[in-house]
């Protein structure tokens, strides 16, 4: 990456860059000792904004650019170029989406707290594995979904995000059923928010996970689970009485 082309995307970013927004950020996003987020550092650019300039600078960053950028300490940096590679990723041909796959998951390391996982792995993992075989979608999947990283198995679930949308659950479920012991809450809320999606479009395959695995889920699972449900039906599940 140019010295200067580097400096300038820098120059616009600090342009939008908020003290009181980066400490609420900081807080928010979990970054103290021992949280999630530990060590994360923002500089308070709001998502609408990185919107807007990822797609400003799509065309003018090759992919080992936006890699300089994804390894970056500052957090909105590490977002503009997910955000980048998501644009990018919809205006190509297929084998540079390849390339935008692979360097995705070669990079999970800096993929490293919520918002850079749920704005972007439905849109590039999902995406991707989507269209290929069941073996491979599922052998990728269960691959992340098994590691002892929290941000790899986050990205497994949401990245079904995509199938979901369209109509397609089993990888959802497979991957629900393996995470549904996962301690931390960040996997809790989204394999229920996986599930709620589910749900929102087949009530009946929610339902017939839950009649099979709610007396077993984590409280903040189930509660995301069912939160469309009637209420009577969520205190059904909510009490035990299913």
Same mark, same amino acid.
């Given at each position: 990456?140019?010295?200067?082309?580097?400096?300038?995307?820098?120059?616009?970013?600090?342009?939008?860059?908020?003290?009181?927004?980066?400490? $609420?950020?900081?807080?928010?996003?979990?970054?103290?000792?021992?949280?999630?987020?530990?060590?994360? $550092?923002?500089?308070?650019?709001? $998502?609408?904004?990185?919107?807007?300039?990822? @797609?400003?600078?799509?065309?003018?960053?090759?992919?080992?650019?936006?890699?300089?950028?994804? %390894?970056?300490?500052?957090?909105?940096?590490?977002?503009?170029?997910?955000?980048?590679?998501?644009?990018?990723?919809?205006? $190509?041909?297929?084998?540079?989406?390849?390339?935008?796959?692979?360097?995705?998951?070669?990079?999970?390391?800096?993929?490293?707290?919520?918002?850079?996982?749920?704005?972007?792995?439905?849109?590039?993992?999902?995406? =991707?594995?989507?269209?290929?075989?069941?073996?491979?979608?599922?052998?990728?999947?269960?691959?992340?979904?098994?590691?002892?990283?929290? =941000?790899?198995?986050?990205?497994?679930?949401?990245?079904? %995000?995509?199938?979901?949308?369209?109509?397609?659950?089993?990888?959802?479920?497979?991957?629900?059923?393996?995470?549904?012991?996962?301690?931390?809450?960040?996997?809790?809320?989204?394999?229920? =928010?996986?599930?709620?999606?589910?749900?929102?479009?087949?009530?009946?395959?929610?339902?017939?996970?839950?009649?099979?695995?709610?007396?077993?889920?984590?409280?903040?699972?189930? @509660?995301?689970?069912?939160? @469309?449900?009637?209420?009577?039906?969520?205190?059904?599940?909510?009490?035990?009485?299913?």
């Amino acid at each position: 990456m140019s010295r200067a082309k580097t400096e300038a995307i820098k120059k616009e970013l600090s342009k939008f860059a908020d003290k009181k927004h980066a400490q $609420v950020s900081q807080g928010f996003f979990k970054t103290g000792k021992g949280e999630y987020g530990e060590g994360d $550092v923002f500089i308070g650019v709001k $998502v609408p904004v990185l919107r807007k300039l990822a @797609r400003r600078f799509r065309d003018d960053l090759e992919l080992a650019e936006v890699k300089e950028f994804l %390894h970056s300490k500052i957090h909105e940096e590490r977002m503009l170029a997910l955000l980048v590679l998501v644009y990018k990723f919809q205006k $190509v041909d297929e084998k540079e989406r390849a390339k935008i796959y692979t360097l995705y998951l070669k990079n999970t390391k800096y993929i490293n707290n919520w918002d850079l996982v749920d704005v972007t792995a439905p849109h590039i993992v999902g995406t =991707w594995l989507f269209e290929q075989n069941f073996s491979e979608r599922k052998m990728v999947l269960l691959k992340l979904a098994k590691s002892d990283y929290l =941000w790899e198995r986050r990205i497994a679930i949401v990245a079904t %995000h995509y199938f979901i949308k369209r109509g397609r659950f089993k990888e959802t479920l497979i991957l629900a059923e393996l995470l549904l012991q996962d301690g931390h809450d960040l996997i809790q809320k989204a394999v229920g =928010w996986m599930l709620r999606e589910v749900g929102k479009r087949e009530q009946s395959v929610l339902e017939n996970f839950l009649k099979k695995h709610y007396k077993k889920m984590p409280r903040t699972m189930l @509660r995301y689970a069912i939160e @469309r449900l009637s209420e009577e039906r969520r205190l059904q599940y909510l009490k035990g009485l299913i």
